[in-house]
């Protein structure tokens, strides 16, 4: 199969803001009968945007739905150990960097194992609702050990998605095999459509018996990969791409990638930022590959929009990660946890769990809907603003978490015409133990220096008046709201005192992607 032509010549990250933003506004707006491929829907899409049985399969999905994700939990197990390429932003002795950001997997385990563990953490989680298997190699590369896990799984615990990553080499040849087992779910990380690209993301891969090195090894790998999309789409399976964005060597060839995958009908396209910490060991880190800032990311996906449709809210998770995106609580599902635990796989309790969750996920709409009614619609000199807010959560769709336990914070731009998750970003709790830690809070304020306010539940003085010398409003009147009934209302009052005169609408800087904020849950 021929594989798709490069990007186009050389552009900057600020040539690509603006096609960016001129893109988005030529397509803006969800469609009725919108599927893959719709410019503006994304994995912000609701039940509105997409044929029924696609809302059934991703509904309640946290990484196929940004909506699900407040919501819905997901877990990994790390039964893959093995890798047939190489990555230049991967380390063996760490997590596959596909889905997983590197730190060390606490247990390597073998599908039975992974079962008593889905079924543990299922009766304690029951907005667990799927299960996916991302590592620490690669799934497909450690096919018996993956289709096991599946099978025991898809037996005991019905109702729970599979779903599964890939670097997408063995794909084509188990394709068979992943519908045989329902998996309605598939990534393939695609980083380039361009072997001349591709040479410098993989030094080789283990193909049909041999290793291949330089530019052929990328023809292969990217030949494999689209074919594999290709086959899946034939088939009805949700594929998901997965791009790892390296500043210098495929940004802008991913505007490339992103219409190469819509063609060949991905659902989504996520662009997520390279890992590359020195203290990873990879070559990319070692060598002083540096990984995009929040606006240089945000400029790249803004320019694929028109084509696939994009994910932003990926936490780029362990091999063995459990919870919410955002949050790992595989430390309290260790082997030796788990014997302890009386596991009671209670099928009923989840359905009536979920069904709790579908009722406040619909209050959840119907606010945003009204906020929305609400914002001024008469033409003045705010109607054009558009700001990034930073938002602390804990799930549930609100504003419900503390200034100071903040792991992440969560990006949402806002206008008047909508509020939308476009990203978030790790930061460092600041309350340590009952106390502020003022040494925190620089490296807070750089992780959010692109907002102009932060919507939290609660907030101390002192960071308070620190958030506001650096620009940023600190918000705590919406404290256990709905999001974006939150953001909508308080835009509506910030467009309202720059009316007036009360303050100045001013343009913000850029902010720094924190790496690794988790890193210590790995050991
Ligand atoms: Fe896991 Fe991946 Fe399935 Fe999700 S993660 S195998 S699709 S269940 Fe999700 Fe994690 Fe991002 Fe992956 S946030 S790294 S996109
Ligand atoms: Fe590492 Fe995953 Fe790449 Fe394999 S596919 S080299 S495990 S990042």
Known sequence: MSVA????????FAALKARGSAQSQAT???GASSGAGKASCGSSAGPSDMPPEIWEKVKNHPCYSEEAHHHYARMHVAVAPACNIQCNYCNRKYDCSNESRP???SQKLTPEQAVRKVLAVASEIPQMTVLGIAGPGDALANPKKTFTTFGLLKEQAPDIKLCLSTNGLALPDMVDEICRYNIDHVTITINMVDPAVGEKIY???FYQHRR?????ASRVLTERQLLGLEMLTRRGVLTKINSVLIPGVNDEHLIAVNRAVKERGAFLHNIMPLISEREHGTYYGLTGQRGPTAQELKAVQDACMGGANLMRH??????????LLGEDRSEEFTLEKIEQKSVVYDLDKRRRYQLEVERVRQAQREAKAQALAAQATAED???GIQVLVAVATKGAGKVNQHFGHAEEFQI???SATQAAFVGHRRVDHYCQGGWGEDDQLPSIITAINDCHAVLVAKIGRCPQDELKAAGIEAVEQYAHEFIEKALLTWFADYRRRVREGAIEHRARGDAAIRQGAFTSAAA
């Open 212 to 216: 291949i090195t330089g530019r052929e």
């Open 314 to 323: 990926c936490r780029q998770c362990r091999a063995d990660a459990v919870g």
């Open 103 to 105: 730190g060390v997997v």
């Open 203 to 205: 030094p080789w891969i």
């Open 5 to 12: 032509s490069p990007a186009t010549a050389h552009i900057s």
């Open 412 to 414: 949402y731009e806002v």
């Open 28 to 30: 803006s707006g969800c």
């Open 381 to 383: 000199v705010t109607s």
